[in-house]
């Protein structure tokens, strides 16, 4: 399928001013990182476009100080890149990396989701559930809008049970990719392609949810390893 074009929605004046007032303790480096951050990661801005950071400030009316943070941050989640001499860019996205992505992203949840189950409480697996069925009413959705997010939240919330502290070190480090390479599958392929990925999704995410509750961790990191697994293959599939 062919990529679609980036429609930006940049950041102005007004509407900056108004998320200020809306978040008064929140520092300004912070607020110009988020909006980035979506932009980047739902490809509003494309891999490999250069970040202007002094126009982004001047169209901002703020100093380029809070702007340049920003996108410091942005480079340390590996979503932005810089050569030297050269402005920042939106990082680009290829195939090895993925699989790299993919290869950790197994090691770390599938163990998390082992620890979980006995760490799980009533409440969290409440959420879980949910966090499921959510995914299953967009399967039926045109586009499955809210997709990504939800499968991030569901997954998040597992490796949040772990109560390793150094898995949760080591996911919190990778997870700005892991959301970058979900809009991915949208981006590069379309709506059909998530389609698949919800649907499977789902039987998977309610598989897990049970081996949750009738505590068998071993059968937990096992569904956990083939979810992930078939995301892979369905991207090698159609890359």
């Known amino acids: 399928m062919k990529k679609q074009k980036s429609t930006k929605k940049i950041l102005n004046q007004e509407t900056l001013e108004q998320l200020q007032a809306d ?3 929140v520092p300004l480096n912070d607020i110009i990182y988020e909006e980035l951050f979506q932009q980047i990661i739902q490809f509003r801005l494309l891999p490999n476009e250069k970040i202007n950071e002094a126009k982004i400030a001047k169209d901002l009316g703020i100093s380029r100080s809070p702007v340049h943070m920003a996108v410091s941050r ?3 989640e590996k979503l932005v890149t810089k050569e030297a001499g050269k402005a920042p860019t939106v990082a680009p996205f290829y195939l090895a ?4 992505l993919m290869r950790a992203r197994t090691l770390l949840e599938s163990e998390a989701g082992f620890l979980a189950t006995s760490n ?3 409440e969290q697996l409440a959420q879980l559930r949910a966090l499921a069925t959510q995914i299953e009413g967009l399967a039926t959705d045109e586009h499955a ?7 991030y939240e569901f997954h998040n919330l597992i490796v949040g049970c772990c109560g390793n502290p150094y898995i949760l070190e080591m996911y919190e480090k990778i997870q700005p990719r892991l959301l970058y390479f979900r809009f991915y599958l949208r981006y590069h392929f379309g709506d059909d392609l998530l389609r698949l990925s919800v649907k499977e999704a789902v039987n998977s995410h309610r598989a897990i949810c049970n081996a949750i509750e009738l505590g068998l961790p071993t059968l937990v990191k096992d569904e956990l390893s083939r979810h992930i697994d078939a995301s892979k293959d369905m991207f090698m599939k159609w890359r």
Not at 97 to 100: G, I, R
Not at 145 to 151: A, L, R, V
């Open 145 to 151: 809008e809210g997709f990504e997010f939800c499968d």
């Open 23 to 25: 978040n008064p303790f």
């Open 120 to 122: 799980m409480d009533g």
């Open 97 to 100: 990396d993925c699989l790299h």
């Open 74 to 76: 942005l480079m340390e």
